[in-house]
């Protein structure tokens, strides 16, 4: 969904392929498509990932939530960051995107925000949000960590909530 986003200005159609793509992985929102969906329209969900071992240990943990509708919605992010000693500094996101109807056209991107901070603390708390009016059709939610030590990075992403 990051290429698909970062193709698009809010406000832009996508194309046939890329609008196949958020149907089948973004979350649906029943205000719109109906009670038939099986994702959550609004609400809150945890998650707790870590990647590494030892000393290079990066965690993510906390939840994400996405409430409102069915024009005016709000989106939030509470994360604890934890790494072990080896981890040099970290940047953590939280990447918080609405899909709707634009114009007469199909669907395309009507939300955008991408929060980030850098630390070198060993443990910090990510906490964002937002809100925004919009026909919103789909959205996703996730928070990621890029850890950086001393012969390279990765990073640890949360699911995409409501998965």
């Not at 990066?58 to 509708?69: A, E, F, S």
């Not at 953590?92 to 199909?106: K, M, Q, T």
């Not at 937002?130 to 960590?145: C, P, Q, R, W």
């Amino acid at each position: 969904m990051e290429a698909i986003d970062a193709r698009y200005k809010v406000g832009q159609a996508f194309d046939a392929v890329d609008t196949e793509f958020i149907r089948a992985y973004a979350a649906p929102n029943q205000d719109v498509l109906g009670s038939g969906t099986t994702a959550e329209l609004a609400g809150t969900q945890g998650f707790s990932v870590s990647r590494g071992s030892g000393t290079h240990t990066c965690k993510i943990g906390g939840t994400v939530g996405h409430y409102g509708g069915p024009i005016n919605y709000s989106w939030k992010a509470s994360t604890k960051f934890t790494r072990g000693s080896g981890i040099k500094a970290a940047t953590l996101h939280a990447y918080a995107r609405g899909y709707g109807i634009i114009g007469s056209h199909g669907i395309g991107l009507v939300y955008s925000s991408t929060p980030r901070v850098t630390t070198t603390s060993s443990s910090y708390y990510f906490n964002r949000s937002g809100s925004y009016s919009a026909l919103e059709v789909y959205f996703t939610i996730y928070v990621d960590a890029s850890c950086s030590y001393s012969s390279g990075s990765y990073t640890v992403k949360s699911p995409l909530a409501w998965e």
